[in-house]
C-alpha cells in the first residue's frame, strides 16, 4: 500500500476524536512536534504538496516557507495563521472534517513565532523480517494448547508498514485503532474482539474468527480477494518451508491463508463486495438461504431494506402509521451529501437504533417535504396524494456491539455499491472520487456516530391540513426530542468505539 493510501484510510477509519494538542511548550523540540501534530491532523489530507489541494506540504516546513504559507518569526503575516484563526481551514462546508481547536490554533502561532523549525525527521524502526513475523505467529500457535482455539486464530499483519520508513509512529499507531475497528464493524456479535499483538513490536495481530460469529466461508471469502495469497513454502528458504509446515500443522492444517496484511484488508473489507459479502450476505439468515443471482454481481443475493429490516425486527411501515416514538423524522433542505431535500428517521431495535436517509432527484417533483412530508409509498397508504418518492437511501444501524453498520439502497430499496453523484456525493473522495461507497465512505462520515442533522423543516411548514397535519405532528418530534435521541445513539457508538481505538 502507498503512504498517501494509507493517510486515507486511517484518517476515515478512525476515530472518535484523537487527543487535542496541548499548550504550548517551551521545549523547542516538544513545540515543534506539536505544531507538525496539528498540521498532520487537519491540513495533511488535502496538502501534501503537488498533485494535492497547493504545491505546498505541511509535512515540511521549508515548502510552506517557500510558497509563502508561513513567515517565519511573523505568525501574524503568516497565511497558515491567518487561515488557522479564521476558522476557514478546513473549509466549514466540509463539516465531516474535525476542527481546529484554540490550543490548536496557539500551537501553530507559537510555531511560527519560534522560527518555523523544521519538523523531525522520524527514526527508521528495525526492520522485521519474513522469517521473524512467521517465528511469532508459530510460537503464538505453539503457546495455546486447545487445538480447537488455534484453529480458529487468524492472523493480519503490519510489518509492512512497519518496514516502510515513509510511515510514522503516529500513523502505525492509527493503523492498529483501524484495524480493531475495521473487524469489530464487520461484527454481528454483541462482545467487542479486541486484536491481540503476538509480538514485540506489535506488528502482528491474532483474531478469533469465531468470537467475532464469522465462519470458514467468512474468511475464504478474504482469502478470494487477497491478492498477496502466495506460499512460503514456495520462497528458496528451508527455513521458511518448515515454520509454514509447522504453523499449518499446529492450525490443523485447514486453512493455508492464515497471515494477511491488515492495511489491505482495513482497506479493502471497508468496501463493496467484501463488506456486503462479510456483514449481509454470509451473516442474514434469510440471504445466506436465498440462491445467488449471476445476473446481479454486486448483489447477487438480491439484498432489499426489507431483508435488513426484518432482521433487525424493524417494521418500519407499521412505525410509521404509529409515528411519536415509533418513528421519529426530520427533513431539511440543506444536507452535507446531497444538494436537495433529505429526510432522515429513527426506528428502536434490540441493539439500539435504526436510522434511514430518504434522498432525491434534484428533478422529482415528488421531492418537495412541504408539499409531500408523509411517505414513502406503501400499500394502503392513508394519504398516498401526500407521499413524497423517494430515489435513495442510506441506512445507519446499531451493530450488537455498539457500532454502526451502512447500507445504500436505490430508489426501489435493492442495496447498491455506490450513491448516484446526482444524488449524493462526498467532498472529502474518501472513496478516491467524490462517490459515496457504502461502507468506507460512511465510517469515514460517521466516524463519531450519529450527526446531528439540519433543523427540521416539516412540522412548522408542511403544507397539510387536518388528519394529515396530525400525522406530521405525530412524525416529526418538536425540536430536541429528536437531538436527544441522536445524542444517546451517538454515545452508545463512542462508548464501543473508545476501548477498540484508546
Known amino acids: 500500500m502507498l503512504p498517501h493510501q494509507l493517510d486515507r484510510l486511517v484518517l476515515t477509519l478512525l476515530l472518535s476524536a484523537l487527543v487535542p494538542a496541548g499548550p504550548a511548550a517551551a521545549d523547542d523540540a516538544k513545540l515543534t512536534a506539536q505544531a507538525g501534530h496539528v498540521l498532520q491532523r487537519y491540513c495533511v489530507r488535502c496538502h501534501q504538496g503537488p498533485g494535492s489541494?497547493?504545491?505546498?506540504?505541511?509535512?515540511?516546513?521549508?515548502?510552506?516557507?517557500?510558497?509563502?504559507?508561513?513567515?517565519?518569526?511573523?505568525?501574524?503575516?503568516?497565511?497558515?495563521?491567518?487561515?488557522?484563526?479564521?476558522?476557514?481551514?478546513?473549509?466549514?462546508?466540509?463539516?465531516?472534517?474535525?476542527?481546529?481547536?484554540?490550543?490548536?490554533?496557539?500551537?501553530?502561532?507559537?510555531?511560527?513565532?519560534?522560527?518555523?523549525?523544521?519538523?523531525?525527521?522520524?527514526?527508521?524502526?528495525?526492520?522485521?523480517?519474513?522469517?521473524?513475523?512467521?517465528?511469532?505467529?508459530?510460537?503464538?500457535?505453539?503457546?495455546?494448547?486447545?487445538?480447537?482455539?488455534?484453529?480458529?486464530?487468524?492472523?493480519?499483519?503490519?510489518?509492512e508498514l512497519n518496514n516502510n520508513p515513509n510511515v510514522s509512529d503516529e500513523r502505525l499507531r492509527l493503523a492498529r485503532a483501524a484495524l480493531a475497528k475495521a473487524v469489530n464493524s464487520l461484527s454481528w456479535q454483541r462482545e467487542l474482539v479486541v486484536p491481540r499483538a503476538v509480538d514485540e513490536a506489535q506488528t502482528l495481530y491474532a483474531v478469533d474468527i469465531d468470537r467475532l460469529g464469522w465462519t470458514r466461508d467468512h474468511w475464504r471469502a478474504i482469502r478470494v480477494k487477497y491478492p498477496y495469497a502466495i506460499g512460503f513454502g514456495n520462497l528458496p528458504s528451508e527455513t521458511l518451508a518448515d515454520l509454514q509446515t509447522d504453523i499449518l500443522r499446529l492450525a490443523d492444517n485447514r486453512e493455508p491463508l492464515y497471515l494477511i496484511r491488515?492495511?489491505?484488508?482495513?482497506?479493502?473489507?471497508?468496501?463493496?463486495?467484501?463488506?456486503?459479502?462479510?456483514?449481509?450476505?454470509?451473516?442474514?439468515p434469510e440471504l445466506r438461504q436465498r440462491s445467488a443471482d449471476a445476473k446481479q454481481p454486486a448483489n447477487p443475493q438480491q439484498m432489499t431494506v426489507g431483508d435488513l429490516e426484518r432482521f433487525l425486527q424493524v417494521d418500519a411501515i407499521a412505525n410509521i402509521r404509529r409515528g411519536?416514538?415509533?418513528?421519529?423524522?426530520?427533513?431539511?433542505?440543506?444536507?452535507?451529501?446531497?444538494?436537495?431535500?433529505?429526510?432522515?428517521?429513527?426506528?428502536a431495535t434490540g441493539y439500539g437504533a435504526y436510522w434511514k436517509s430518504y434522498d432525491f432527484l434534484g428533478a422529482n417533483r415528488r421531492a418537495i417535504l412541504s408539499q409531500f412530508p408523509l411517505g414513502p409509498v406503501f400499500p394502503g397508504h392513508p394519504f398516498p396524494q401526500l407521499a413524497f418518492h423517494h430515489d435513495g437511501g442510506e441506512m445507519i444501524f446499531h451493530l450488537p456491539n455498539g457500532l454502526q453498520?451502512?447500507?445504500?439502497?436505490?430508489?426501489?430499496?435493492?442495496?447498491?455499491?455506490?450513491?448516484?453523484?446526482?444524488?449524493?456525493?462526498?467532498?472529502?473522495?474518501?472513496?478516491?472520487?467524490?462517490?459515496?461507497?457504502?461502507?468506507?465512505?460512511?465510517?469515514?462520515?460517521?466516524?463519531h456516530g450519529m450527526i446531528d442533522p439540519p433543523t427540521d423543516e416539516i412540522r412548522s411548514?408542511?403544507?397539510?391540513?387536518?388528519?394529515?397535519?396530525?400525522?406530521v405532528q405525530r412524525l416529526y418530534p418538536p425540536s430536541g426530542e429528536l437531538e436527544r435521541k441522536i445524542a444517546a445513539d451517538r454515545r452508545q457508538f463512542l462508548a464501543a468505539l473508545e476501548p477498540l481505538v484508546g
Not at 490554533?105 to 519538523?119: C, K, L, M, S, V
Not at 455506490?418 to 461507497?437: F, H, N, Q, W, Y
Open 53 to 159: 489541494a497547493a504545491a505546498f506540504d505541511v509535512r515540511s516546513a521549508e515548502s510552506m516557507i517557500d510558497e509563502g504559507v508561513v513567515v517565519a518569526d511573523d505568525a501574524e503575516n503568516s497565511l497558515l495563521w491567518e487561515l488557522t484563526h479564521r476558522g476557514t481551514m478546513p473549509p466549514r462546508a466540509q463539516l465531516q472534517l474535525p476542527r481546529p481547536t484554540p490550543e490548536d490554533a496557539q500551537a501553530i502561532t507559537d510555531w511560527i513565532n519560534g522560527g518555523a523549525p523544521e519538523f523531525a525527521t522520524v527514526e527508521p524502526r528495525p526492520f522485521i523480517s519474513l522469517q521473524t513475523s512467521l517465528q511469532a505467529v508459530h510460537d503464538d500457535l505453539k503457546s495455546i494448547r486447545d487445538p480447537r482455539v488455534r484453529g480458529r486464530l487468524r492472523y493480519f499483519s503490519l510489518v
Open 262 to 284: 491488515a492495511d489491505w484488508f482495513i482497506s479493502t473489507a471497508t468496501r463493496p463486495g467484501l463488506y456486503h459479502t462479510l456483514l449481509f450476505d454470509l451473516a442474514l
Open 324 to 347: 411519536e416514538d415509533r418513528a421519529m423524522r426530520a427533513g431539511f433542505t440543506p444536507s452535507g451529501v446531497s444538494g436537495q431535500n433529505r429526510l432522515v428517521e429513527r426506528h
Open 405 to 447: 453498520g451502512y447500507l445504500l439502497v436505490d430508489g426501489q430499496d435493492n442495496r447498491i455499491d455506490a450513491g448516484p453523484i446526482d444524488v449524493v456525493s462526498d467532498d472529502l473522495k474518501t472513496s478516491g472520487t467524490p462517490e459515496i461507497v457504502n461502507g468506507l465512505s460512511c465510517i469515514a462520515c460517521h466516524k
Open 461 to 471: 411548514f408542511a403544507q397539510v391540513f387536518g388528519s394529515a397535519r396530525e400525522q
